[in-house]
């Protein structure tokens, strides 16, 4: 799964439980995510 998220989305994806289960699910099913996003100093 490639995805483009904004600087803020890194946090918001480990607070929400449906997108972190959904994520592990993917993995765990031996499927790979690859984010693009910006980086700043807040979201390190």
Partial sequence: ???TIDRN????VIDLE??????KDILSR???IRCITE??????
């Fill in 39 to 44: 980086v700043t100093p807040k979201n390190i």
């Fill in 18 to 23: 449906d997108h972190f289960n959904g994520f």
């Fill in 9 to 12: 989305a890194p946090s918001e």
């Fill in 1 to 3: 799964m490639d995805i």
């Fill in 30 to 32: 031996g499927g790979k």
